[in-house]
């Protein structure tokens, strides 16, 4: 997996002789770049862009490391709220927790997710 803040970086030093592209593994687009200067500094512009917004992605189709790890600590934060509103459910049927208690709970946890 490439980084994005690693793509980035070498976009906006390099990018005009193709190193972008060759990290992500766009060869054949490195090669251009590096013949004509980024095409006459044109791609290397639109290159910054498109790898700063996302849509510029490595060629094997993967995702960038540090999206995934945005994902991973997203759907754990929602696994976690999901498992304290089921417990705090069986706090509130055996009686532990009154209602009140168990709607400030409840809307807490909804809000995180």
């Keep these: 997996m490439k980084n994005k ?3 980035l970086i070498l ?3 390099a ?3 193709g190193v972008d592209r060759f990290y992500l593994g766009y060869t054949g ?3 251009l770049k590096l013949l004509t200067g980024g095409c006459f500094g ?3 512009i639109i290159d910054i862009v498109n790898i700063a917004t996302g849509k510029l992605l490595p060629a094997d189709g993967s995702s960038y ?3 995934m790890a ?3 600590t997203a759907n754990s934060e929602v696994q976690d709220s999901f498992a304290n509103l ?3 459910a069986k706090l509130h049927e055996q009686g532990t927790l009154s209602d009140e208690e168990y709607s400030k709970i409840k809307a807490e946890l909804l809000e995180k997710i």
């Design 5 to 7: 803040t690693t793509a």
């Design 11 to 13: 976009s906006i030093l």
């Design 15 to 17: 990018g005009g002789i």
């Design 29 to 31: 687009m490195g090669v």
């Design 42 to 44: 044109i791609l290397w």
């Design 65 to 67: 490391e540090d999206d």
């Design 70 to 72: 945005k994902k991973n």
């Design 86 to 88: 089921e417990k705090a």
